[in-house]
Structures are given as C-alpha cells and as structure tokens.
C-alpha cells in the first residue's frame, strides 16, 4: 500500500478525523515557528478568506460581500 491509498482511504472513511489532524499539526508547527499570536492571525485570515470564496461561490457579488462585513 502507497502514500496515496493510505490518505484516500483516510479521506474516504475517516474525513472529520483526518482534517481535525491537519488542522491541529498546521496550527502546532506554525505556533512553534512563529508564535500564537501571528498563528492566530494567520488562521483569523485564512477563515475571513474562506468563508469570502464560499460567498463568491455561491455566486454572490464581492460588494454584496463587503456590504454585509461593513454593515
């Protein structure tokens, strides 16, 4: 068994789990290198990014966007 079948079986039967790991290990390794503070930051910006591209997938206009935010 290969690198690939082991993370698509993972992703396949265990998706909650597997991501929860990356997340923590993403946040872990990023605290120890460059601290809790910058790490929060990072990770307050990769939220705001994620939920702006849902919205714009969801084939919401980036103005409908920043009007909501800046309400």
């Known amino acids: ?8 079986e993972l992703w ?5 789990k597997f991501l929860g ?5 993403t946040f872990g390794l990023l605290t120890a290198l460059v601290g809790f ?8 910006c990769i939220v705001i ?6 919205r ?3 084939n919401e206009s980036f103005r409908e966007i920043l ?5």
């Open 1 to 8: 068994m290969d690198w690939y079948e082991i993370i698509a």
């Open 12 to 16: 396949n039967n265990h998706r909650g």
């Open 21 to 25: 790991i990356i997340i923590g290990l």
């Open 37 to 44: 503070w910058q790490t929060l930051f990072i990770s307050i």
């Open 49 to 54: 990014g994620y939920l702006i591209g849902k």
């Open 56 to 58: 714009m997938d969801e």
């Open 67 to 71: 009007e909501r935010i800046l309400k």
